[in-house]
């Protein structure tokens, strides 16, 4: 299995409190491999909370498909490094991010794609 070795975003995501948003989503059941989310508070004055889901296709957002949760204080980032990649399979399944409390929070995620 080769893979694309190419950036799974092109930029910074910023989500807004109450939001949510897909970042990462398998086109023609090319496997995703997410090595590395960074969480950031964009907030200088605002404790904030990130989420990070993974949504099966077809699925939604939802708490039964949370896979992190964390209190990021004023200015604070967070890394979620997990020993072996959290893997997309199918066509449709992607990672989605989101913001509760404070004002916003960015996201950057790393890994690769099947060629």
Do not use: W
């Not at 989503?25 to 969480?39: C, L, M, P, R």
């Not at 072996?84 to 950057?108: C, E, H, M, R």
């Amino acid at each position: 299995m080769a893979l694309s070795r190419e950036r799974l975003t092109n930029y910074v995501f910023n989500v807004g409190a109450g939001s949510t948003v897909g970042i990462v989503t398998v086109a023609n059941n090319k496997k995703v491999f997410i090595k590395s989310i960074i969480a950031y508070n964009v907030s200088a004055a605002t404790t904030c909370r990130a989420h990070v889901y993974y949504v099966p296709n077809g699925g939604t957002v939802s708490d039964n498909n949370r896979i992190f949760s964390i209190s990021l204080n004023p200015e604070e980032t967070a890394f979620l490094e997990p020993s072996y990649p959290i893997t997309l399979t199918a066509t449709g399944d992607k990672l989605s991010v989101g913001s509760t409390l404070g004002l916003q929070v960015n996201y950057f995620v790393n890994g690769d794609k099947e060629a």
